[in-house]
């Protein structure tokens, strides 16, 4: 049980350090393609707009990859299902 643990939070620190790499990759992201004037401490309204919609284009962009993705895989493990009963093989 210990080790079941143990690799649940090795699963964890994983998905957090990939949340953290795609986190940091969208900041810059929109960062670069937004913030243009460094005269001040604070964004623009423009800056702020294009940083949301920069944001919400990638989180939508990114989730329906996710589901295209999810898709393909139901539909190969169908085929690869399909395959194995006409070989007869019940795996």
Known sequence: ???S?????ADQIKTFKDFLVHYNK?????FNDCVHDFT????RSTE???IANCMDKYLRTNQRVSQRFHEFQMVANENMMALAQKSGNPS
């Open 1 to 3: 049980m210990a080790a």
């Open 5 to 9: 643990v143990e690799m649940s939070e």
């Open 26 to 30: 969208l900041s810059e992201l929109c």
């Open 40 to 43: 001040s401490r604070t964004l």
């Open 48 to 50: 702020e707009k294009c």
